[in-house]
C-alpha cells in the first residue's frame, strides 16, 4: 500500500514550458486534491475531484488544469509555466475529513 | 486578514517542555479542526483531529478548540528532538456539501533541542 505517490520530485521550466505533475493512490478514495505550499502562505488549494470526471476549482487555480479519469489517478497540467508558479505542490487524498499528502514535487521555473 | 493565524516561528525548546501551538481564525463556518505535523521536504501526515470545542488528547498531544473565540491550540508534554517540525493548522468545511476545502495556517516550526 504505497499511499499517494507523486512524480516527479524535483523539476526545473523555463518561462512558457507546460509540464504534468503526476499523482496516483491506491486507497480508493474518491476525493483527490492538489495543494501549493509556499513560504509563509501554508497550503492552498489549486483544484480539488470528488471522482473520476468531477473537478473543480480551488482558492488558487489560474494557470493549472486537472482532469480526472479514473479514481486513481489526478494529474496537475501547467500550460506555461510562470515564475510565480514556483513553489512546492502537493497532492491529497481523503476519506472524509482526514487527508493523506504525498511527499510533493518541487518545481523552479526560471 | 488572513483567515487562519497562525505564529510562524520559529520555536526553539528544550527536551522534555510543553509546548504551546496556536492558531487564530475569523471564519465561523469552519467545521473540523485539524493539526499537521510536516518533516522537512515531506508531505504533511495528520497528527489529530476534532469537531467540537474543548480537550481531545491523544499520548502526548492535546488539540483544544474554543469556538467563541475562534482559537485552537495543540499542546505537546514532554517534547522530544523528534518533534522537531512545521506544525500546521487545518480548519475545515464543506463536509455536507462535498467540496472538503482546508484552510490552513502558514505553520509554526518547532526545534526541540536535546
Known amino acids: 500500500n504505497a499511499g499517494v505517490t507523486q512524480t516527479p520530485k524535483f523539476q526545473v521550466l523555463k518561462t512558457g514550458q507546460s509540464m504534468t505533475l503526476q499523482c496516483a493512490q491506491d486507497?480508493?478514495?474518491?476525493?483527490m486534491s492538489w495543494y501549493r505550499q509556499d513560504p509563509g502562505m501554508g497550503l492552498r488549494l489549486i483544484h480539488y475531484?470528488?471522482?473520476?470526471?468531477?473537478?473543480d476549482q480551488g482558492e488558487v487555480p489560474n494557470g493549472y488544469n486537472v482532469s480526472r479519469s479514473t479514481t486513481e489517478d489526478f494529474p496537475l497540467r501547467l500550460l506555461s509555466a510562470a515564475p510565480s508558479q514556483t513553489s512546492v505542490y502537493f497532492c491529497?487524498?481523503?476519506?472524509?475529513?482526514?487527508?493523506?499528502f504525498g511527499p510533493g514535487t518541487r518545481l523552479l521555473v526560471l | 486578514q488572513k483567515e487562519v493565524e497562525q505564529d510562524p516561528g520559529p520555536l526553539s525548546v528544550p527536551e522534555g517542555a510543553i509546548v504551546s501551538l496556536n492558531c487564530t481564525y475569523s471564519?465561523?463556518?469552519?467545521?473540523?479542526f485539524m493539526w499537521y505535523r510536516q518533516y522537512s521536504r515531506k508531505g504533511p501526515e495528520l497528527l489529530m483531529y476534532?469537531?467540537?470545542?474543548g480537550n481531545k488528547e491523544d499520548g502526548r498531544f492535546t488539540a483544544q478548540v474554543d469556538k467563541s473565540s475562534k482559537y485552537i491550540s495543540l499542546f505537546i508534554r514532554d517534547s522530544q528532538p523528534s518533534d522537531s517540525a512545521t506544525y500546521l493548522c487545518?480548519?475545515?468545511?464543506?463536509?455536507?456539501?462535498?467540496?472538503?476545502?482546508?484552510?490552513f495556517g502558514s505553520g509554526t516550526r518547532l526545534q526541540v533541542q536535546p
Open positions: 487545518a480548519l475545515g468545511s464543506g463536509l455536507d456539501t462535498g467540496r472538503r476545502a482546508l484552510t
Open positions: 471564519n465561523s463556518a469552519f467545521q473540523y
Open positions: 475531484s470528488v471522482g473520476a470526471g468531477i473537478t
Open positions: 491529497a487524498s481523503s476519506e472524509r475529513e482526514t487527508q493523506y
Open positions: 486507497m480508493n478514495h474518491e476525493y
Open positions: 476534532t469537531y467540537s470545542s
